[in-house]
Nanobody, 117 residues
Framework: QVQLVESGGGLVQPGGSLRLSCAAS????????MGWYRQAPGKQRELVAK???????NYADSVKGRFTISRENAKNTVYLQMNSLKPEDKAVYYC???????????WGQGTQVTVSS
């Protein structure tokens, strides 16, 4: 069974930081592109950041310079370090795993991030 389990969400004040983690099981983690997506109420789900099997990264313009995606293959885990958080970052954040050669896509259950005073 494939599982993507997120952790680290919660409530933070504007300007604060959170680190999200996503632990994967049931896949050959090292060959998957891993990503973080988010969806706010009334909005479409959008890509926040992704990192491929070589470590190459892409970020949404809205988070460049504030968020950092990384992976630790030995632990089958991908991280999203979020700094200088803004109220507009409030959303449910989803972990994503993609293997384009098949293609195959998996999703985590989502974790809530709330940025508020």
């Amino acid at each position: 069974q494939v599982q993507l389990v997120e952790s680290g969400g919660g409530l933070v004040q504007p300007g604060g930081s959170l680190r999200l983690s996503c632990a994967a099981s049931g896949i050959i983690f090292s060959i998957y592109t891993m990503g973080w997506y988010r969806q706010a109420p009334g909005k479409q789900r959008e890509l926040v950041a992704k990192i491929d099997h070589n470590g190459s990264t892409n970020y949404a313009d809205s988070v460049k310079g504030r968020f950092t995606i990384s992976r630790e293959n030995a632990k089958n885990t991908v991280y999203l370090q979020m700094n200088s958080l803004k109220p507009e970052d409030k959303a449910v954040y989803y972990c994503n795993a993609e293997f384009l050669a098949t293609p195959t896509t998996y999703w985590g259950q989502g974790t809530q991030v709330t940025v508020s005073s």
